[in-house]
């Protein structure tokens, strides 16, 4: 196997394929501009180098990057506390994904002055596929709730983050979330401008082509260009997606038929597959729905936000939100609900790397790295996730069935000796 690649332009297509979540990081930050964030055939963003004789291997892109797996040495705490609630502006929790605290929470830092500006995703308009946005205007962000199902390279913000004066919170997915906390690693300037990381918990980021096929099926469109505007998530909870054509059609779908099931495992990014951390270990705080039981029964449920809480000063600023009025907020959520609704989140991604792992005991991998390096940091990567998922739920079937996948493989290394 290859030692770890100090250029991104080094890895084979199909490695690119596996590790690349399309956070557009290394493009970023790429000093002579040979990386490009292109979409593959399969409607994913993944990063590219059409001209490697341009890369001057000074191995910035390979220090930041989220897929290979080097880990910062950012001390992960585990989430001081796990809160929910909601805006308490009905009619924009109505618009939001979940509660709608996520963009109450933005609003409030922008006016506290805890951050000058924020940085989060642009919404599919007019034709064009989401973007990174930065904005200093509440009601700006107000209309940009919601939660965005298909690839945004939220990495390529940093480029102005770099350049703008004044601090930011920046929205991501955890995959982004853990390159970005390698940059700051890395660029302390960078770091004093990132006063906050938000990241929205992620089952997985659907390709352009399952846009491409909602369109085409609810809207009979082929031309993604004629499509006014997308909103995936929103219209209360789960809620559906909303997409409208240019010439006035509007077709609305709902969650259950674009976000679950087949659709979502045809769609995926291999990446996703393999993911260690749905959750945001990185971030200051994570926010995902609250999918509880009693909600699921409820006909006209709004929605309702999960708050990770890592940074005890956003635990401060919502408890502030809440003595003001805009926004509910209890901490009276129940392990054997957390369970049942992040458990095969948490267990998930480390099955499938756990399995990967068994089986690559037996049939090597080509990933980048040696055996004993890849070995190393995938378990403090594993180990850190163990934690934050025993301190959670206290074990799930699934967590047991990786246990028993751990002591397979462990069995196997064994053997090998
Ligand atoms: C791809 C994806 C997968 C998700 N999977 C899960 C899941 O499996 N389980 C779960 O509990 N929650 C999941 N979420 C999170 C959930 O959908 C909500 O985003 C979250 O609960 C926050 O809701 P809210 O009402 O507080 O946010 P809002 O107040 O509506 O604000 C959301 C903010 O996030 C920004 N945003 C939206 N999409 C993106 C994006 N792709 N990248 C960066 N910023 C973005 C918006 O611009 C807005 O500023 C996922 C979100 C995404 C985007
Ligand atoms: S995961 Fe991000 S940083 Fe890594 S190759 Fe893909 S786009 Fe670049
Ligand atoms: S090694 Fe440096 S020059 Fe080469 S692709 Fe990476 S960031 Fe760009
Ligand atoms: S599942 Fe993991 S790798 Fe995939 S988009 Fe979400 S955070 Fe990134």
């Given at each position: 196997?290859?030692?770890?690649?100090?250029?991104?332009?080094?890895?084979?297509?199909?490695?690119?394929?596996?590790?690349?979540?399309?956070?557009g990081?290394?493009?970023a930050?790429?000093?002579?501009?040979?990386?490009?964030?292109?979409?593959?055939?399969?409607?994913?963003?993944?990063?590219?180098?059409?001209?490697?004789?341009?890369?001057?291997?000074?191995?910035?892109?390979?220090?930041?990057?989220?897929?290979?797996?080097?880990?910062?040495?950012?001390?992960?705490?585990?989430?001081?506390?796990?809160?929910?609630?909601?805006s308490?502006d009905?009619?924009f929790?109505?618009n939001a994904a979940?509660?709608g605290l996520t963009t109450e929470l933005l609003t409030y830092l922008l006016h506290s002055h805890a951050v000058d500006y924020v940085v989060t995703s642009g919404r599919y308009e007019d034709?064009r596929k989401p973007q990174p946005v930065v904005t200093r205007d509440a009601a700006q962000l107000r209309t940009l709730c919601g939660s965005n199902?298909?690839?945004v390279p939220m990495g390529l913000a940093i480029e102005n983050v770099a350049r703008l004066e004044g601090r930011c919170a920046l929205v991501c997915l955890?995959?982004a979330?853990?390159?970005v906390?390698?940059?700051?690693?890395?660029?302390?300037?960078?770091?004093?401008k990132i006063a906050f990381i938000i990241t929205l918990?992620?089952?997985?980021?659907?390709?352009?082509?399952?846009?491409?096929?909602?369109?085409?099926?609810?809207?009979?469109?082929?031309?993604?260009?004629?499509?006014?505007s997308?909103r995936?998530?929103g219209?209360?909870?789960?809620?559906?997606?909303?997409?409208?054509?240019?010439?006035?059609?509007?077709?609305?779908?709902?969650?259950?038929?674009?976000?679950?099931?087949?659709?979502?495992?045809?769609?995926?990014?291999?990446?996703?597959?393999?993911?260690?951390?749905?959750?945001?270990?990185?971030?200051?705080?994570?926010m995902?729905?609250?999918?509880?039981?009693?909600?699921?029964?409820?006909?006209?449920?709004?929605?309702?936000?999960?708050?990770?809480?890592?940074?005890?000063?956003?635990?401060?600023a919502?408890?502030?939100?809440?003595?003001?009025?805009r926004?509910?907020?209890?901490?009276?959520?129940?392990?054997?609900?957390?369970?049942?609704?992040?458990?095969?989140?948490?267990?998930?991604?480390?099955?499938?790397?756990?399995?990967?792992?068994?089986?690559?005991?037996?049939?090597?991998?080509?990933?980048?790295?040696?055996?004993?390096?890849?070995?190393?940091?995938?378990?403090?990567?594993?180990?850190?996730?163990?934690?934050?998922?025993?301190?959670?739920?206290?074990?799930?079937?699934?967590?047991?069935?990786?246990?028993?996948?751990?002591?397979?493989?462990?069995?196997?290394?064994?053997?090998?000796?």
């Open positions: 196997m290859n030692e770890m690649p100090d250029s991104l332009c080094r890895l084979s297509a199909a490695q690119m394929k596996h590790l690349c979540c399309g956070c990081l290394c493009v930050v790429c000093p002579t501009g040979c990386l490009r964030l292109l979409e593959n055939t399969r409607g994913h963003l993944e990063a590219a180098c059409p001209d490697a004789a341009v890369c001057a291997a000074c191995g910035r892109c390979a220090a930041v990057c989220p897929g290979l797996r080097r880990e910062p040495s950012y001390h992960l705490d585990l989430p001081s506390a796990i809160v929910f609630g909601h308490t009905g009619a929790r109505w979940s509660g034709g199902y298909c690839p955890p995959c979330a853990r390159g906390r390698r940059l700051m690693e890395h660029d302390r300037s960078l770091a004093g918990l992620c089952n997985h980021a659907p390709s352009f082509r399952a846009t491409a096929h909602l369109a085409r099926r609810h809207l009979r469109l082929r031309d993604l260009s004629q499509i006014e997308i995936y998530r219209q209360g909870w789960f809620g559906q997606a909303v997409l409208s054509a240019r010439d006035g059609r509007v077709a609305r779908v709902p969650y259950s038929e674009y976000f679950a099931g087949p659709f979502a495992s045809h769609f995926r990014r291999p990446r996703c597959q393999m993911c260690l951390d749905h959750f945001g270990v990185f971030a200051d705080i994570s995902g729905d609250a999918d509880f039981v009693k909600y699921r029964q409820a006909r006209d449920n709004p929605g309702e936000t999960v708050c990770f809480v890592q940074n005890a000063a956003l635990l401060a919502l408890e502030d939100m809440k003595a003001a009025g926004i509910t907020l209890s901490r009276e959520i129940r392990h054997d609900e957390l369970t049942r609704i992040y458990g095969p989140l948490l267990a998930g991604g480390h099955e499938m790397v756990a399995a990967r792992r068994a089986v690559g005991a037996i049939v090597p991998l080509s990933e980048p790295g040696t055996p004993a390096v890849v070995q190393a940091r995938w378990d403090v990567a594993l180990r850190r996730n163990l934690e934050f998922h025993e301190a959670m739920s206290g074990g799930s079937p699934s967590f047991h069935l990786y246990q028993a996948l751990r002591t397979v493989h462990r069995l196997a290394n064994r053997a090998r000796e």
